[in-house]
């Protein structure tokens, strides 16, 4: 008599069961490891944001380079679906250890900015800032410290089995995220951060997806400066002791505002995107300054660099002065690239302060000038 043998094959994913926390840790240990990477990028919206947002690719080469406190980014825009402001199809902007570069090929000249340990927000554009979370060697700190993570079954990307973890992240803003890794090497292979945006509460959010990831490339070289390019600084806002443009912008209710409207008293004018955290904290700053000197201080925000409309992150920080938006023009006349952006206006229109690093000795600072400002005026 025959004997029958069943052999059953049983899918190995079948039985899945993964500790997010251990993995993000683990994931976090492996990228501190990594000496060099170099990979393909693709950036888009996604779900009713995917008509709103250009699809955008490129490739970036990371590496370790010795005597360097960051490493040294060499960040290359390849394609794009549509023109975006200020950024050339292809353009290269690098990273050092205390300087960042942007190559804008359609104008001949080079953008720099000071970069320091701890702004991984300073990218204003979307794919870069992601690109900065995955070489910074505390990636994963914000997951770590999530709400909650809920595991859900992996996903092929790009050929590559990985774990998705759908993300909930802590604070106000609130936010959510899906990241995928490499169930092998535990290196991140997408990222989709999700949101609701606008007043309709139009669902989407942006989608990163990395490919060809190489971690035994060579260290890459510092970025020339092409010859007959000019080198200006990115952040080099107007001084104190200006005179400061006067700006016409809409709010959000879409009333017009002018800035000679808030003339007879000092001005606290900060240039903000929703989408950087930064940017947020220095909005609550300028709180905290209403609420020392109601009589003798005034203040506005002015939003730049939104994909969305910004209403919904800033809700919940209720703020108690006006918020202008489509501020592009007005952030050129004060030199504003990058965000946030901090003015102090004197009552008679004079810039006495100006900065785009919000650090904690920055409200002892506008105290003692706002202080200055009263004893002037007063009889």
Aim: hydrophobic fraction near 40%; charge should be negative.
């Amino acid at each position: 008599m025959p004997v029958i043998i069943l052999i059953i094959l049983s899918n190995p994913l079948e039985a899945y069961s993964a500790d997010p926390y251990d993995i993000f840790k683990q994931a976090d240990s492996t990228l501190s490891a990594i000496s060099t990477v170099e990979y393909n990028y693709s950036f888009s919206g996604t779900q009713a944001l995917s008509n709103i947002i250009p699809v955008i690719e490129g490739t970036t080469h990371l590496g370790s380079v010795p005597g360097l406190q960051h490493p040294l980014m060499l960040h290359s825009l390849e394609t794009t679906t549509r023109a975006i402001s200020s950024i050339t199809v292809p353009s290269i902007s690098a990273a050092s250890a205390d300087s960042v570069y942007f190559v804008n090929n359609s104008d001949s000249v080079v953008y720099r900015t000071l970069y320091t340990a701890g702004e991984t927000e300073f990218f204003s554009f979307p794919p870069a800032s992601v690109m900065m979370e995955f070489v910074i060697p505390d990636p994963f700190r914000d997951e770590i410290l999530a709400d909650s993570i809920a595991v859900l079954y992996p996903v092929e990307l790009d050929g590559v089995w990985c774990h998705a973890f759908h993300v909930f992240y802590r604070g106000d803003s609130g936010g959510e995220a899906v990241w995928f890794l490499g169930m092998e090497d535990l290196l991140p292979r997408a990222v989709e951060r999700i949101g609701r945006y606008g007043l309709d509460s139009l669902t989407g959010g942006e989608l990163l997806e990395l490919s060809g990831i190489d971690t035994g490339c060579s260290l890459p070289d510092p970025p020339e400066i092409p010859e007959g390019f000019q080198v200006l600084a990115w952040n080099s806002l107007l001084e104190p002791h200006t005179p400061a443009p006067e700006f016409f912008l809409a709010d959000t209710r879409g009333f017009t505002v002018r800035s000679t409207q808030f003339r007879g008293s000092d001005l606290l004018v900060c240039f903000f995107s929703s989408r950087d955290h930064n940017s947020l904290s220095a909005l609550g700053l300028l709180k905290t300054v209403l609420a020392e000197y109601p009589d003798a201080v005034q203040a506005v925000g002015i939003s730049i660099l939104e994909t969305s409309d910004p209403l919904f992150r800033l809700n919940s920080l209720h703020l108690d002065f006006p918020v202008l938006i489509f501020g592009e023009d007005a952030a050129a006349d004060y030199n504003v690239r990058a965000v946030p952006a901090l003015f102090l206006v004197s009552s008679e229109g004079e810039i006495l302060y100006s900065s785009s690093q919000i650090t904690q000795d920055t409200p002892g600072r506008i105290r003692v000038l706002v202080e200055e400002s009263i004893q002037k005026r007063e009889p």
